[in-house]
């Protein structure tokens, strides 16, 4: 990166372990599963009243 060797990994690993703790405290995998998985659903459902598919209730 910047030639300095042990300073790259370093910087490298710090800001790894920094972001990998931000997205736990975001609430890690679970979490953003259900985010993906809410997204899907309402997008979906969405498309198909648009299609008219479903009726609106």
């Known amino acids: 990166?910047?030639?300095?060797?042990?300073?790259?990994?370093?910087?490298?690993?710090?800001?790894?372990?920094f972001g990998l703790n931000c997205f736990r405290l975001l609430g890690g995998f679970p979490a953003a599963a259900r985010a993906i998985e809410r997204w899907g659903r309402t997008s979906s459902a969405k498309r198909a009243r648009k299609l008219g598919l479903v009726r609106s209730k």
């Open 1 to 17: 990166m910047w030639g300095h060797g042990a300073w790259d990994w370093a910087v490298v690993v710090a800001l790894y372990a």
